[in-house]
């Protein structure tokens, strides 16, 4: 069975202090790991895909990285605006039509001024 | 681009009522699909759909139905209410088969008592 971990479930950073969050996986034949953001009340916003191995993506403060068991996403100096829950979702075959996406619980990641 | 809307924001039901979740999308995406997002658990897969015409279950499809009859539009039924259904509803969206990005509305809160 398909499973996504992530860690810390909360993290409470001082603005400026970088860290990263991870998201552990265990899955058959991975298509896609991916990032996304969620603010109360809201839906998930999409931040990156990463693929294989080996890629990087970067947006602003945010460096998400993948390994064959896992991915990070580094924040460096990061601002109260980047408080949010932090999702990762990963993309297995199956499910009929390629459509299996699997969630993990996310990160509550609370960034103090 | 308004991206992918649902409607209502906010609904109570009592035990046994039924109503329909809207969810539209203007991004003319093939792949939709419907999750439910609980306190303590990762987002999960209800019912999704590849294209008009065509749908399938997802993880926790028992008491929900839909269909899909426009590219734009994939509402989800609640037959018969229960307060377990009682929980946040997101709809998503993504272009189709080998495009793994998918793209959320803002969001259902539902309360069954």
């Known amino acids: 069975e398909d499973q996504v971990t992530q860690s810390p479930e909360a993290l409470r950073l001082q603005e400026g202090e970088s860290s990263s969050l991870n998201c552990s996986y265990t899955v058959s034949g991975l298509r896609g790991l991916f990032w996304y953001r969620q603010d109360p009340g809201k839906g998930p916003e999409f931040l990156f895909t990463?693929?294989?191995a080996g890629e990087e993506k970067e947006k602003e403060r945010l460096k998400a990285t993948l390994t064959k068991k896992e991915s990070f996403l580094h924040i460096t100096a990061p601002k109260p605006e980047d408080s949010a829950t932090y999702l990762c979702?990963?993309?297995?075959?199956?499910?009929?039509?390629?459509?299996?996406?699997?969630f993990g619980k996310g990160t509550l990641l609370t960034v103090n001024p | 681009n308004a991206g992918v809307t649902q409607t209502p924001k906010f609904q109570v039901l009592k035990t046994g009522q039924s109503m329909t979740l809207q969810c539209a999308q203007d991004m003319n995406h093939e792949y939709m699909s419907w999750y439910r997002q609980d306190p303590g658990m990762g987002l999960r897969l209800i019912h999704y759909?590849?294209?008009?015409?065509?749908?399938d279950q997802g993880e926790v499809p028992n008491g929900y139905n839909v269909s899909r009859s426009t590219t734009e539009d994939f509402p989800l039924r609640l037959l018969s209410a229960a307060p377990s259904q009682t929980s946040v509803y997101f709809c998503a969206s993504r272009r189709g088969r080998n495009s793994y990005e998918q793209y959320f509305g803002p969001g259902t809160r539902l309360t069954v008592t």
């Open positions: 759909s590849v294209g008009a015409g065509i749908t």
């Open positions: 990463l693929y294989s």
């Open positions: 979702a990963v993309q297995a075959p199956g499910g009929g039509s390629n459509y299996k996406l699997t």
